[in-house]
């Protein structure tokens, strides 16, 4: 599996930007999609998740309210739409896919970078 990520960029404090990621490879269906980020000189952290049909998400308590999660399974692709960013936020995000008989994620992409500006 295959994922591709974009969306990315600058941004001023209070603004949205849309990331999406397509799969390749696999059948993006039957996956568990996810976003995570890492901003420097901390750890990748999880932002939120989708089930196969979109009925079930989460997120990280940090982005609650101001980020959405959805999936189009024609398309083969994941959206992450992030509203009222903040300056916390800045990070470079990546998508990840798994099973979903797996507890962990198998595969990633390789990111799209995300700053905003205060």
């Known amino acids: 599996v295959q994922l591709q990520a974009s969306g990315g960029g600058l941004v001023q404090a209070g603004g949205s930007l849309r990331l999406s990621c397509v799969a390749s490879g696999g059948t993006f269906s039957s996956y568990v999609m996810g976003w995570f980020r890492q901003a420097p000189g901390k750890e990748r952290e999880f932002v939120t998740g989708?089930?196969?049909?979109?009925?079930?998400?989460n997120y990280a308590d940090s982005v609650k309210s101001r980020f959405t999660i959805s999936r189009d399974n024609a398309k083969n692709t994941v959206y992450l739409q992030m509203n009222s960013l903040k300056p916390e936020d800045t990070a470079v995000y990546f998508c990840?896919?798994?099973?979903?008989?797996?507890?962990?994620?198998?595969?990633w992409g390789q990111g799209t970078q995300v700053t905003v500006s205060s």
């Open positions: 990840a896919a798994r099973c979903y008989t797996r507890a962990s994620y198998e595969w």
């Open positions: 989708i089930n196969w049909s979109g009925g079930r998400v």
